[in-house]
């Protein structure tokens, strides 16, 4: 059954902004917020300011409650304005009552699509579900005991580029028809296009089984095993059409040893999946995540 809906918040509100980093941005926002008759509940900053690789981007996460003549985005937005003309800066105001909308995708494996399936129906994870999509069977059942909708899509083995992206089309028209904000890539083992990428850009997010920029590709386990590795882990990570080389959101790792044969590795490693694709998911919908070039700022 599908998970009660929590009460909603209307007049609660995520704002998340970037720009160049200079004096007076914390001032100004939250001067304007308390100026409209806000009530910041929390508030988050960074400044990439510190390296040779640093960006000088400023990055902040304000969490507040707005009076009731403020409370929809398009009056947000409206009123902010000046501030976002003065500082040049990308800022997007996010209703907390909004659910977004996830589309999952999952090929054979089905153990993270299992655990995101259960922390949504326990109400562990505020987002709503319309469908899930497969290339193959194996989860139907699982999928349809949660009465959720689920697409069948395959490719047969060996499918040129024109199939897959015959195949791809037909996902794109789901989430268009769906109205979908986030694309879950849960063990969904298929290279996507560079035109399907780029279609979801910033809304898509995949977990390797492995801790990236190491073992990238297939079978990363196996490849792991082979190297001797101590510690096995995951990555979660926005997709790019640079295969395994998106914008990191997440890593996790557990420690293994010289006892464990690839197939314990790939055991260990699935707990470890579940975990950190459960966490980039909730931090993703919940508007902690922006994006900093190649690399992320996640205010936890």
């Known amino acids: 059954m599908p998970p009660m ?4 918040r209307s007049h609660e509100f995520v704002l998340t902004l970037a720009c160049r980093d200079t004096k007076g941005i914390v001032h100004n926002v939250s001067g304007l917020l308390y100026q409209a008759g806000c009530n910041i509940i ?11 690789d640093a960006t000088g981007l400023f990055f902040m996460r304000v969490h507040f409650e707005a009076p009731e003549q403020l409370a929809d985005v398009a009056t947000l937005d409206k009123l902010f304005g000046h501030v976002r003309q003065q500082f040049d800066m990308q800022a997007t105001f996010h ?11 999952a090929s054979q494996h089905g153990h993270c699509l299992n655990d995101l399936l259960f922390r949504w ?3 562990q994870l505020a987002v709503d579900i319309p ?3 497969s290339n193959h ?4 059942a699982l999928v349809e005991s949660y009465g959720l909708a689920f697409h069948h899509l395959p490719l047969a083995a060996g499918a040129g580029a024109a199939a897959k992206r015959e195949q791809e089309q037909r996902i794109e028209a789901l989430i268009e028809t769906e109205r979908v904000d986030l694309v879950v890539l849960a063990r969904y083992m298929q290279i996507l296009s560079p035109e399907f990428c780029a279609r979801l850009q910033g809304r898509a997010i995949n977990i390797h089984h492995s801790f990236l920029p190491s073992f990238k590709g297939a079978k990363p386990y196996a490849q792991a095993h082979a190297r001797g590795v101590k510690l096995i882990g995951a990555t979660a990570h926005y997709v790019t059409a640079d295969l395994d080389e998106g914008p990191i959101i997440e890593q996790d790792v557990e420690r293994v040893d ?9 055991a260990v490693g699935r707990d470890v999946e579940c975990v950190v694709l459960a966490r980039a998911v909730r931090w993703h919908v919940e508007h902690r995540v922006l994006m900093n070039g190649h690399k992320t700022v996640v205010f936890r």
């Open 5 to 8: 809906p929590p009460m909603p």
């Open 42 to 52: 929390d508030s988050q900053q960074f400044g990439d300011v510190l390296g040779e």
């Open 95 to 105: 209703a907390i009552a909004h659910r977004p909308r996830v589309l999952l995708m």
């Open 121 to 123: 129906q326990s109400g």
């Open 131 to 133: 469908a899930v999509v």
């Open 137 to 140: 069977l194996n989860h139907k």
């Open 258 to 266: 010289h006892s464990l044969s690839a197939e314990d590795l790939t």
